[in-house]
């Protein structure tokens, strides 16, 4: 960000009600008529405000039939959401927390009039509801599924195979570190059919075992050779077995992944199929799964191959 545009967001942030409204819209996508009754401000100032920020690209609507809904604009420059981000976290003020305690009450009263399914038409995914989350939604489908013997390679503490565990024959988890598997050993004693297991991607020692279903969710941001390791988990598939690998889209925002120890800028869809191809695999599939919509707007690719 240059010196000009940050200048130019700090006088528009200068006036306090702009922070109040930044600060509710973060929270919750409201209308003019919710937020003039939250400040306690007439609607047509309210107005006045949310156009400059809308100007400024800070926020953006949506129409829903007659009303427009505002909300926290997540997609701006990287750069912004770090200034914006830093004042968040310095601010404490009276103000705001009056104005968060008043959203509840304006919430609830939007309910009464229309219906949460209503108010939140076609965003519904951004929005919580009791019960509605997305575990609770992969829980349900994973009921679907019968996966066989699954090897989930770089598997974390557990939570995919705590999923899984209920609706396959049987899961070998794989990670380098010996604290995680032991995270995931604890999380994982109450199934039998799950043993967690400390190696390397790149050479796994698993003698003849072989699998249906190979996973490598976000394990090759991780590997210092990932043909290797993806050359690696085919070997192990059974004829007629599945590899499902699950990682970032190519970027340059090295800067942003580095506290993660991730050890390359994610992969391009054509060296995903390269690598499978290499290691003897038919790619069934290559395709972007979302975007995400803070900055830098990490893209998240998968790849679905299987062995002939």
Known sequence: MDLATASSVLRLLADPTRVRLL????????????LAAVLHLAQPRVSTHLAKLKEAELV???????????????ETDEHLQVLLRSLRENIDDALLREDAARLPGVLAERAREEGWAD?????MERHYSPGRTWETLARSLLQLLETGDVLDIASGDGITAELLAPHAHSIVCVDSSERVTEAAAQRLKSFGNVEV????????ELGDRRFDLVLMLHALTY???????????????RSGGRLLAVTLGKHDHRAVVEPFDHRNLGFSADELTGFAKKAGLESMSCTRLSRERKAPHFEVISLLARKP
């Open 197 to 204: 297991l400390k190696g390397d991607m790149h050479a796994l």
């Open 119 to 123: 108010t939140v038409a076609g965003d």
């Open 23 to 34: 600060a509710l819209l973060e929270r919750e996508e409201l209308t003019v008529a919710e």
């Open 60 to 74: 953006r609507d949506r129409r829903a039939g007659v009303s427009a809904y505002y909300r926290a604009n997540a």
């Open 223 to 237: 590997a210092e050779h990932p043909a290797q390791a993806v050359a690696e988990a085919a070997r192990v598939l």
